[in-house]
């Protein structure tokens, strides 16, 4: 039996190509106990964020489970083998090591942000109650969660901004001086715009708004915020008076269209609306920011800010890269040991 993992991220896929193989937060579960039925393999783990998108699986042929990943991605159709170039493979130890960098954040377009250690576990969790899972991701799973901690206690990876909604909030700031005066629209209620919508109120925005399909935890997420919850049949109504929109929702076609923008072009007085799009599928229509005055900014374009921080941190990665290193051997040798009695 081998370790695989079978995936694409920021580094190695565009957006685009990302949001076709991206799966719905709430059915990794689903996804993970599918493909155990697919040849070739014995245990999933499916995770998929906003950056990437990776299938680790015990594998009893690691070609046949590999074009069985490939194929359940692709869904109806069959697999490009043009997209073969964006996936990356993982095999045994460097599928153990990879998955710890993930988890410690080293392999995230924010180097050392943490939203991705509560994304590889609800992953996890959710492929654990499909039943989807066996003694050795079990292991590998449990065995990354510690390297994690450890990471992130013994040094200092985490300084600085740490996630991508703080990223979003720098680029803002960069385009209108500072967020004093500013309005704030907020579409999505979860976490990421949860985190966003604090970061903005820290740099002093004057208000923000929060639209979600569901008014209760857009009321929710308001209350936190001191903002104001909008119905989600009313937001244009609020886009006419905005400076920044950020969108993070779970929609898998476009929230906002360009005609949504031209309707109110004129209520705004055509002033400068910037707009980050921290979703995945995305959530902006590319077309929005042919508009004149209209600035849209993509999780491809946070990455340059991104690459900013990773620069500055590169001691704190290799004391975190050898925590890493001893971990995996001895996970490794762990495995080796029981194989052998």
């Known amino acids: ?67 069985s990943i490939k194929q359940y991605l692709a869904g109806d159709r069959p697999f490009d083998e ?18 710890c960098r993930v988890v410690s954040g080293l392999d995230s377009m924010v180097l050392g942000e943490t939203e991705i250690f509560g994304q590889v576990k609800q992953a996890y969790t959710q492929a654990l109650e499909a039943a989807a899972t066996g003694g050795t991701l079990n292991k590998l799973f449990q065995k990354s969660f510690s390297v994690g901690k450890k990471v992130r206690t013994q040094t200092s990876i985490q300084g600085g901004q740490t996630s991508v909604g703080s990223v979003a909030v720098d680029l803002a700031e960069k385009i209108f001086g500072h967020l004093k005066y500013s309005e704030v629209l907020v579409i999505g209620a979860g976490e990421m715009s949860y985190i966003t919508a604090q970061r903005m109120m820290e740099r002093g925005a004057k208000k923000i708004y929060v639209v979600n399909r569901s008014l209760e935890n857009a009321q929710k997420l308001a209350e936190k915020m001191g903002g104001e919850a909008v119905s989600f049949d009313d937001w244009e109504r609020v886009l006419a008076k905005v400076d920044v929109v950020v969108s ?48 849209v900014y993509d999780l491809d374009t946070l990455k340059l800010q991104a690459d900013e921080n990773r620069a500055k941190r590169h001691e704190q990665v290799q004391a975190c890269e050898k925590i890493i290193e001893n971990e995996v051997q001895k996970f490794s040798n762990q495995q080796r040991n029981e194989h052998t009695q």
């Open 1 to 67: 039996m081998d370790l695989l993992c079978l995936g694409l991220n920021h580094q190695t896929a565009p957006v685009d190509v990302r949001e076709r193989f991206a799966v719905s937060a709430d059915l990794l579960g689903e996804a993970s106990k599918d493909l155990t039925e697919k040849p070739g393999i014995e245990e999933v783990v499916v995770l998929s964020t906003c950056n990437r998108m990776e299938v680790y699986a015990l594998t009893s042929e690691i070609s046949v489970a590999e074009q």
């Open 248 to 295: 993070s929702t779970g929609a898998t076609e476009p929230v906002v269209r360009p005609e949504h923008v031209e309707s109110v072009r004129g209520k705004r007085k055509y002033r400068p609306l910037f707009m980050i799009d921290i979703a995945m599928p995305r959530d902006i229509d590319p077309d929005v920011g042919k508009i004149e005055e209209v600035y």
């Open 82 to 99: 043009r997209d073969a170039n964006h996936f990356y493979k993982k095999v045994d130890n460097d599928t153990a090591r990879h998955l």
